[in-house]
């Protein structure tokens, strides 16, 4: 025997019924996105590496954990580990006419992360961008579609962390100030940290380790130094959320995991899910990034959701359950001779979802497949049956036993039947 194949370390195969429930979620949030007049962007899953070492080059999403690789033209490539990017990447090639230029994504990103649980090297996320506007107004929709798409799933169990990382005019003075701090602390700083420190005293702030935790509860907050127009942006912000009855706290540490942002920042936890992986989404503004691609300064905020731990999260809260997909009838086909062949193509172009059984399989075992497919209806052709140009029709599920109905009328019969099941 030759040896098998395994999915990598921190991949998986999304099978059915999970991945019929995965592409659920994603018309979900399609459905959120196209409600609040966001266009849909499909963009390259590989880029010039250069795109995300420009964005993100003192974070570990880009220096350590990214896919690069050379192609077979010696080209820098990198598996995109994140969308936010290669979306910017898109607006300045293309330079959309009108603005706001709002979108919505979904699809794969890779990182090279430690696997655990809620945590891969291949995972999806759904997500939305917005350039070209600073309207507090415009934050306040991102925000609020992503609280409407945990809410249209089911999900109770989720909070929102806001921040304001402030912009170039309120950062020269906190970031002295966090560095004067970060530097008299820097002997109980774990060794990381002080590196840290060196490149982006901000990103020392996200230490997830125990031993700079204390350092980091001490260190000054960015929304202590917000000018006066930083902070009108900021609380117009939250006060558009209070008009909308969306709670939040205010969370004066909370750094995201890449440098680019600006001002408003958030994050959605999920407090049905364990604390290390309970973050089920982020965004923020990023007013810089359009500029630091090439393009013209352009304002641009927008999140991600993290779809496999939003799953995790409806699976902790018992909600957003999906059985994967069932067929409205099931042939059960006794007779051999292609009959089964004609009916299940003439029902399937009547929009009647129709499996049937294969190889010649006794009838009891052909029953025992149409059990399992959960189909609320079997179509059984016997001897009888293709000589009278019948079929019985048997309810699966309900108390109505079996008929015997004529061919030619299936169709029509089975779509009332499943209509009135359906209602
Ligand atoms: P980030 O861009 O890191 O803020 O990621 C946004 C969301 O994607 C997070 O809140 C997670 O829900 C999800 N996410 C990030 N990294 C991973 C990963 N390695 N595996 C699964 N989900 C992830």
């Not at 997909?325 to 009647?352: K, M, N």
């Amino acid at each position: 025997m030759v040896a098998k194949f395994q999915a990598l370390k921190g991949t998986r195969d999304i099978m059915s019924p999970d991945s019929e429930r995965q592409r659920a979620l994603v018309d979900a949030f399609a459905e959120q996105a196209r409600l609040a007049g966001y266009g849909h962007i499909m963009s390259p899953i590989f880029e010039d590496l250069g795109v995300f070492l420009r964005v993100g080059g003192s974070t570990d999403v880009v220096t350590k954990e990214m896919y690069d690789f050379e192609d077979k033209d010696g080209k820098r490539i990198a598996l995109r580990p994140e969308l936010t990017a290669s979306v910017v990447r898109a607006f300045v090639q293309h330079n959309p006419p009108s603005l706001p230029w709002k979108v919505w994504y979904e699809g794969p990103q890779f990182r090279h992360e430690k696997p655990q649980a809620g945590r891969y090297r291949q995972f999806s996320q759904v997500g939305i961008e917005v350039l070209g506007s600073d309207d507090p107004a415009v934050d306040i929709e991102v925000i609020t579609l992503g609280w409407r798409f945990y809410q249209s799933l089911g999900m109770s169990q989720v909070s929102l962390l806001l921040n304001s990382l402030g912009d170039e005019t309120c950062r020269p003075a906190y970031f002295a100030a966090l560095e004067e701090y970060l530097r008299d602390n820097a002997a109980n700083l774990s060794e990381k940290s002080v590196e840290t420190l060196e490149k982006n005293p901000l990103r020392v702030l996200d230490s997830k380790r125990g031993q700079d935790q204390e350092i980091v509860a001490g260190a000054p907050i960015m929304v202590d130094y917000l000018t006066e127009e930083t902070g009108e942006h900021f609380a117009a912000v939250r006060e558009g959320l209070d008009s909308l009855g969306i709670s939040y706290e205010i969370s004066p540490r909370l750094v995201r995991g890449l440098d680019y942002y600006t001002r408003t920042t958030f994050e959605f936890a999920s407090t049905a899910l364990e604390n290390a992986q309970n973050a089920v989404g982020g965004g923020g503004r990023y007013d810089g990034l359009a500029e630091s691609l090439g393009g013209k300064p352009t304002p641009g905020i927008g999140f991600a959701l993290g779809v496999d731990r939003i799953l995790l999260a409806c699976d902790a809260e018992g909600v957003f359950e999906h059985a994967g997909a069932v067929p409205d009838v099931f042939i059960v086909d006794d007779v051999g001779g292609g009959e089964a062949t004609v009916l299940a193509d003439q029902l399937r172009s009547h929009g009647i979802a129709a499996d049937r059984g294969f190889d010649g399989r006794s009838m009891k075992a052909q029953m025992k497949v149409a059990n399992r497919s959960n189909a609320p209806w079997a179509i059984i052709i016997g001897e009888t049956e293709q000589a009278d140009g019948t079929v019985t029709l048997r309810d699966m599920h309900g108390d109505t036993g079996q008929t015997l109905i004529s061919r030619d009328d299936l169709p029509n019969e089975l779509s009332q039947r499943l209509g009135e099941t359906s209602r």
